[in-house]
């Protein structure tokens, strides 16, 4: 069944919708048969479905004694669930926190219960939930999608007692994400007032209720992922075909016979794809592809051209991060005229350049990036006022990048003054690493740094000052890397270790991490 129109009709119902969390609705009453997800598994699930799911899900979460305000923890793998929750929770004022499942169960339990979760849905999958579970057992409401996990309840059983049609009292939720900075836990990044985005936005990126695709191939965990794919697909009522695992030609494959018409990437996708031998890439036709959005995490200027001389002129770069920013975004024609720019100077927010002592800088000097908050909506690091005021000048915070403005205003980013180690788009953060490391009896001190990586941009590698009475040798090396991979999530081990016979530091104790990185940098023109 085809809807009843383009949705350039629907604007008004539609924006109405978005602030009560109820935009998936209205798509699953004007075009209900519509594909609204292609599950990994080959599933389809319609517009009618996905809708009637997070109706039986609100209905059921209210009959455990959750209301407005209250926390749902998600522990999940890009399946339709996924969508549901999500919807559930936007129409029923409740707050989202998506968990990644690549941590470490100590981890996964830590933020569910630093987000006061009163209920969690996980995935089968994930083979950390049972232990991750058993540290925070005062949670009563348990679901378990994608097959049994003990002591959880079967979502689908669960909700299947409940009604689906839309609920009569819709209330805008909220998603609550997690960052860290270079030391302690993740926090919390709480926004109080819900982002909405109007319908027109999704008009200018070009969907059609009719014909769009989306493709989310990031885990939705991610703010970007959730942001650009799965909202984008519920706003502007397109079809999402998720990916579970990356394979450079299934990906490729997919946005050919999928017929994809957006998506959201981080540069190491870019590489991936554009490694694929030539008549691989002949083989899929790409030319209905509209709009990719790309972030995370710097894109080098030769991997950019090579796409845009693959899919033409339709990749949009933003500059952001999970605390939000001031909306820049840089189209692929501006792009070829700035290249290496994250955008233009936005008009809406403010942008400064400060230096070290808290002065602006003009135009063409390096300083830290400070980007106004948002009238009425400014974040806060959840229970956490001391985080939240160290990224704080008056009404602007920082995410820690160095940058400056060009002549015509357009920023482009230098470094980074916080130690965070972007690899593949994916933010890790050294001090975690450096304190496990130095539980390792033959390690006296450690200083993770990010080095330069081809594919992902940045790799990590642990530089580790010995104890006395141990000799570096390859074999030591190794017993420190498995040591690692005990105790750490995969993606945060280090792929490499050097031995030093000292480590800098400053008069104050702390170590210098950018004098530790600086030689793996130099000769690089880019130092982020």
Not at 358 to 365: S, W
């Amino acid at each position: 069944m085809e809807p009843a129109g383009s949705g350039h009709d629907l604007g008004p119902r539609l924006d109405e919708a978005a602030l009560c969390g109820m935009t998936l609705a209205v798509w699953a009453d004007v075009q209900p048969d519509r594909t609204s997800v292609f599950n990994p598994d080959g599933a389809i699930h319609s517009f009618a479905k996905v809708n009637a799911n997070a109706n039986r899900l609100v209905r059921l979460l209210r009959s455990r004694g959750l209301g407005v305000g209250d926390s749902v923890a998600l522990v999940c793998t890009n399946r339709v669930e996924f969508v549901e929750v999500l919807a559930a929770t936007l129409r029923c004022g409740m707050r989202l926190t998506p968990v990644n499942w690549h941590l470490s169960a100590d981890e996964i339990a830590y933020i569910i219960q630093d987000c006061e979760a009163k209920a969690l849905i996980a995935d089968a999958r994930v083979s950390t939930v049972p232990e991750a579970v058993a540290r925070v057992p005062f949670i009563a409401t348990r679901l378990a999608v994608g097959g049994a996990i003990e002591g959880f309840e079967s979502y689908d059983e669960a909700i299947a007692a409940f009604d689906g049609s839309d609920i009569a009292d819709p209330s805008l939720g909220n998603s609550m994400m997690y960052t860290s900075g270079t030391t302690g836990r993740p926090k919390g990044v709480f926004r109080p007032n819900p982002a909405v985005t109007p319908y027109a936005t999704y008009q200018m990126r070009g969907y059609d209720p009719r014909t769009s695709v989306q493709m989310c191939a990031g885990p939705g965990y991610h703010a970007a992922p959730l942001v650009f794919d799965i909202r984008a697909a519920m706003g502007g009522g397109a079809a999402l075909a998720f990916i579970d695992r990356w394979d450079s030609e299934h990906v490729l494959r997919t946005i050919s016979e999928r017929r994809v018409t957006h998506f959201h990437m981080v540069p190491i996708m870019f590489q991936r794809l554009l490694a694929l031998p030539d008549d691989v890439k002949a083989r899929y036709p790409v030319d209905h592809v509209q709009f990719i959005i790309h972030g995370a995490a710097p894109c080098p200027p030769e991997v950019k051209r090579a796409m845009i001389d693959w899919f033409g002129p339709v990749l949009t770069e933003y500059y952001a991060g999970s605390e939000g920013g001031a909306g820049f975004l840089i189209d692929s024609h501006e792009w070829l005229a700035k290249p290496g720019s994250v955008g233009k100077r936005p008009a809406l927010l403010q942008v400064r350049i400060l230096d070290e002592a808290g002065r602006d800088l003009p135009n063409g000097q390096a300083g830290a990036i400070y980007q106004q908050l948002p009238p009425g909506g400014a974040f806060t690091y959840f229970k956490d006022e001391a985080k939240t005021q160290a990224s704080r000048v008056d009404d602007f915070f920082t995410m820690g990048d160095v940058g400056y403005f060009d002549e015509d205003d357009y920023l482009f980013l230098t470094g980074r003054n916080a130690e965070t180690i972007i690899s593949g788009g994916v933010n890790i953060y050294p001090q975690e690493i450096d304190n496990e490391l130095v539980k390792h009896p033959a390690v006296a001190d450690s200083a993770t740094v990010g080095v330069p990586h081809d594919e992902w941009g940045e790799q990590v590698k642990a530089v580790i000052l010995l104890k006395p009475g141990h000799d570096p040798s390859e074999t030591l090396a190794d017993e420190i890397l498995a040591f690692a991979r005990g105790n750490l999530a995969s993606f945060k081990v280090p792929r490499s270790l050097d031995f030093a016979a000292e480590l800098p530091r400053s008069e104050a104790g702390k170590i210098q991490r950018n004098k530790v990185r600086a030689p793996y940098w130099e000769g690089r023109a880019r130092q982020i």
